[in-house]
């Protein structure tokens, strides 16, 4: 008799079913039955990583083990965004202690990093520099960031974690749709290095066809030596010597002695309260988590239930409260360990009551008026997140990047991997923004060793005491609104996890000054919106990708956004007999 893993998958792609049908639904007795093993949910934007995820926790792992074993296949099969040569932010509940900690793993400049080291002979910033070249590159900390969770929290053997990854590398997967597309869509800048250009194409350049077999030998002996020798393999072993070399034939300036110190650390997170729910999420130097509360702490004065979803009340003051906050980012957010970041006054209540009173509920306040606030004297659209959580309750959300789609599109020769592009989210000259149009001063300039700004937002809400769902976003900017929505919608406006996924987004980030709205909005909305003086903009692209997990009253729920395909929530099934 042959025995089989099987799993549930299950999207988030459901928007025109009605409301009781959309939300995927396993109660938590039926996980128990014998047919079933551990329960758990595994929400990620690569279906195949979800599927990954999903088998860890059905072979004994926790929520750790199988966010780890998703993170290193969604490098495999997400390579976009999924990285190793990238950085991100890890959010993990610990049932047994009943404990959140938030894990650092942003990447660092090197040395020899300078404040000016973007800025051409006229003092003008060359976004060639600081985005498509080898001096674009922070030190990478994802390898050390999974590598530390699992050290803290995981249940299962390293290696184990890896093999799915090492297996989907070196036998190769079907390339789907979307990352067909982006081949071909990007395979004049991925083409102009060699080692990228033989990674994801064929011979001459030639793009994967969705169904192909993406084979990727380099990377499958790259991860092999991770599984063998953990992160020593990477910050000081021959995937090291790869990188540095790589540095030289660039002109970058990761060497060996910057790889070899770096460390992720521990933080403790942000947490905040909103209509009697508790918000645990990234402290800095994410953004996210700081302007997250700020933002609930201003709406929490007003009736936003009342107002109804997406009517031109909601979307007013959403997008008045983000002007505020991202006017703040702009002066007060960077690395704590080089910046006195005043996170208790961005997230208190007074503060939140203040920036309330300043909202003219019939008038946008036009952002040449709004300054970042006083404080008291004493992080692409090509990011990834992923979710999860298992049957002891344990929960992680997970964000990480190589800032835009493929990093800066220089990969390292014979490891198989994608640098990141993240020097770009530090500040090149104050005025001048980044490429998300974010302005920023002094907190977040460029210095050795530091971390650049992010505005990821991994968050976990709890309700009762118990976590009630994780969530976050790539996009961007979009993501700290993005998470806000998904919240509001949530609880003010009770929908489901997957109708609060699908619903059409808005975001304002103070500068530009205008109002971006989704499909989706109805025109009279709109028109009542540019009466109170909002510059409205048609979204050129969909904000974000939630992938967000749930346990309540003994049922698990998932959900993966529509608005990027091959996403997927999967639940862990044991092993069934074939007949």
């Given at each position: ?26 109660r ?11 329960a ?7 279906a ?24 290193f ?12 040569g990238?950085?991100?932010f ?7 202690h009943d404990?959140?900690?938030?894990i650092?793993y ?11 080291m ?7 910033v ?8 080898h ?17 803290r929290?995981?249940?299962?053997p390293w290696?184990r974690?890896?093999?799915?990854a ?5 036998d ?29 194409y ?26 063998e020798?953990?992160?020593d393999?990477f ?22 002695e ?14 905040g ?17 700081v ?12 009736d ?11 979307l ?24 006195d970041?005043p ?5 208190g ?9 300043r909202?003219?509920?019939?008038r ?15 992080e ?16 992680v ?9 493929f990093?800066s599109?220089?990969?390292v ?9 993240e020097m770009?989210?530090f ?11 974010l ?27 118990e976590?009630?769902?994780?969530t976050?976003?790539?996009g ?6 993005t ?19 699908a ?10 000054d ?19 003086g ?5 979204s050129?692209?969909?904000?974000g ?22 996403a ?12």
């Amino acid at each position: 008799m042959k025995h089989r893993t099987a799993t549930i998958v299950i999207t988030a792609l459901l928007a025109a079913m009605p409301a009781s049908a959309q939300e995927p639904v396993i109660r938590y007795q039926d996980l128990r039955h014998p047919v079933f093993g551990p329960a758990g949910m595994v929400a990620a934007q690569n279906a195949i990583a979800a599927e990954v995820g999903a088998d860890i926790l059905a072979g004994g792992g926790n929520a750790v083990d199988a966010a780890v074993a998703v993170g290193f296949a969604l490098a495999v099969t997400l390579p976009r965004a999924g990285n190793i040569g990238g950085g991100g932010f890890m959010l993990v509940y610990d049932a047994d202690h009943d404990r959140s900690v938030a894990i650092d793993y942003r990447e660092m400049a090197p040395a020899g990093a300078t404040r000016d080291m973007f800025l051409d002979a006229d003092g003008n910033v060359d976004q060639n520099l600081s985005r498509f070249s080898h001096l674009s590159a922070g030190v990478p900390g994802t390898v050390a960031g999974l590598w530390l969770a699992h050290e803290r929290f995981g249940r299962l053997p390293w290696r184990r974690l890896l093999e799915p990854a090492i297996r989907l590398a070196h036998d190769g997967f079907p390339v789907n749709h979307d990352l067909a597309g982006l081949l071909t869509f990007r395979q004049e800048r991925l083409c102009r290095q060699a080692a990228a250009c033989a990674y994801l194409y064929k011979q001459g350049g030639e793009p994967y066809r969705a169904g192909e077999l993406l084979v990727q030998t380099d990377l499958a002996e790259t991860l092999e030596l991770i599984a063998e020798d953990g992160p020593d393999a990477f910050y000081r072993g021959r995937i090291a010597e790869q990188i540095v070399s790589e540095m030289q034939r660039g002109g970058g300036l990761i060497d060996a002695e910057s790889l070899a110190a770096y460390r992720a650390v521990l933080r403790e997170p942000v947490v905040g309260s909103y209509r009697g729910v508790d918000i645990v999420t990234m402290p800095p130097p994410s953004s996210g988590g700081v302007h997250l509360v700020q933002m609930l702490n201003v709406l929490e004065r007003f009736d936003v239930a009342a107002m109804g979803a997406g009517s031109a009340d909601a979307l007013h003051l959403l997008a008045e409260a983000a002007r505020l906050a991202f006017a703040d980012r702009s002066k007060h957010l960077g690395d704590p360990d080089y910046f006195d970041v005043p996170v208790d006054w961005l997230v208190g209540k007074e503060y939140g009551a203040m920036l309330a009173g300043r909202i003219d509920m019939g008038r946008a306040t036009p952002s040449a008026e709004v300054a970042p606030g006083v404080a008291p004297r004493a992080e692409s659209e090509d990011t990834t997140h992923y979710s999860v959580i298992d049957a002891d309750g344990n929960v992680v959300s997970n964000t990480y990047t190589l800032n835009f789609s493929f990093g800066s599109g220089i990969a390292v020769a014979g490891a198989g991997f994608f640098l990141n592009n993240e020097m770009d989210d530090f500040v090149a000259k104050p005025g001048v923004p980044n490429a998300f149009g974010l302005l920023g001063g002094e907190a977040n300039a460029i210095e050795t060793g530091k971390r650049p700004l992010s505005s990821m937002t991994p968050t976990i809400v709890f309700r009762g005491g118990e976590p009630w769902f994780a969530t976050g976003s790539p996009g961007g900017s979009r993501i700290i609104t993005t998470v806000l929505q998904m919240i509001v919608n949530v609880i003010d406006h009770d929908m489901n996890i997957a109708e609060a996924s699908a619903a059409p987004r808005m975001h304002h980030q103070w500068h530009p000054d205008r109002l971006q709205l989704e499909d989706g909005f109805s025109p009279d909305t709109i028109r009542i919106l540019e009466t109170r003086g909002h510059e409205i903009a048609s979204s050129q692209f969909s904000m974000g990708s939630l992938q967000t997990v749930s346990l309540r009253d003994g049922v698990f729920r998932g959900a993966s956004d529509p608005r990027r395909p091959n996403a997927a929530s999967i639940a862990p099934r044991a092993a069934v007999a074939d007949d």
